[in-house]
């Protein structure tokens, strides 16, 4: 039979979103194990602190807690923001069966975007390389993606195949592809963006796709972008693990670098050459504290009277990697016809003034 303080538990997870949902339940029941507990168990450990003479006694539950961000950050290498969810997870447990921790006592650890380091190109190119050998179609793709879009990594791998495959393809001059994806609102915060991925996402994608094709899997529209072994989404803590790992044991990556930094990497390389509030979009944030539904990207001149994609394809090589063979080459053609229209125009310059000399010539004779 269920202890009346779980059913209280259930009853106010039902008018939460799934993922939030999802979460508070993780997160509490990793506490719950690491103790040892079970619901009625921390309700009663409360209660318990609360009835206490000694005031040291009413703190057990915040000491757990306190334990458990310790553990989390500095034995499992997890995220500040990812220990602060087993502190939140059990509060609302508690405020469910009407009491709360003494947030006083509990040691909320800090953390800033900041903090992050931001990740340089040739630290991307290495942990592509360190990819090779775990998971390499998956997790270029997965890197790539990350690097070319700005999104957020849950953001990201929210994504299905369908979505991919529907993208609008743009080509830039040289006929490389670009992917608008549809207008979409981030997870965390519900603001409205509108994601693109450039020539290198998608074809660490297409590469991708293909393997898991070749693999005998058959990909439908609702079908995971990134998946695990199994088969299954990944999930932001597998491939957060995996990013851990690879920062260990790659040299030249320091660490605080993590998933975020990708994110920080589209950010600070396009501030240079893209408008902030373009950048914002793309990465699904709110503009100067404004979402309207009347702004519209697509629509508005920002620092130029180009649209949003052709913006991102403008100063795409600010984020790119390589200068793949084939489009330099391409590129090089380009350039080298443009240096034989510039030497003919220079044969017709000559031309030109010799004619010219020419008529002064026959006008100097008129003239005597």
Known sequence: MK?????????????????????????????????????DEVFRLKLDSMKADDPRDNIVIEKMVNTSIH???????????????IAISVNEFLKANGMRLNW?????????????????REQIIELLNYSICNYPF??????????DSGLAISDALAYNYGEYKKGII??????????????????????????????????????????RISDGET????????VN??????????????????VRNIPSIKRRVSLHSFRKFHETYLEPVMSKNCIMKLQLKMIHNSDSPYSNPQDLPYEDPENLTTTYIRCYDSIRL???????????????FRDSEIDELKKKNVELYKMLDALIDLQEKALK
């Open 3 to 39: 202890s009346r303080s779980l059913t209280e538990w259930e009853d106010s997870l039902s008018t939460l979103k799934e993922n939030t949902r999802l979460n508070y339940v993780r997160y509490l029941n990793r506490f719950m194990n690491e103790h040892n507990l079970q619901h």
């Open 322 to 336: 390589f200068i793949n063979t084939a489009d330099f080459v391409k590129l090089k053609s380009r350039m080298d």
């Open 229 to 246: 072994s199994f088969g299954n989404r990944l999930t932001r803590d597998s491939i957060g693990a995996y990013m851990r790992r690879a």
């Open 138 to 147: 998956r997790n270029r793709a997965l890197f790539l993606f990350l690097k």
């Open 71 to 85: 553990t989390a950050i500095n034995v499992h290498g997890n995220a500040p923001s990812t220990a602060k969810l």
């Open 104 to 120: 006083n006592v509990v040691k909320v650890p800090k953390y800033t975007a900041q903090g992050v380091r931001v990740i340089t």
């Open 170 to 211: 743009h080509l830039n001059d040289i006929n490389e592809k670009f992917i608008e994806f549809a207008s979409v609102h981030r997870i965390k915060t519900g603001v409205l963006g509108y994601p693109h991925i450039g020539p290198e996402a998608i074809t660490g994608l297409d590469n991708y796709v293909e393997k």
């Open 219 to 226: 990909l439908v529209d609702s079908s995971p972008l990134f």
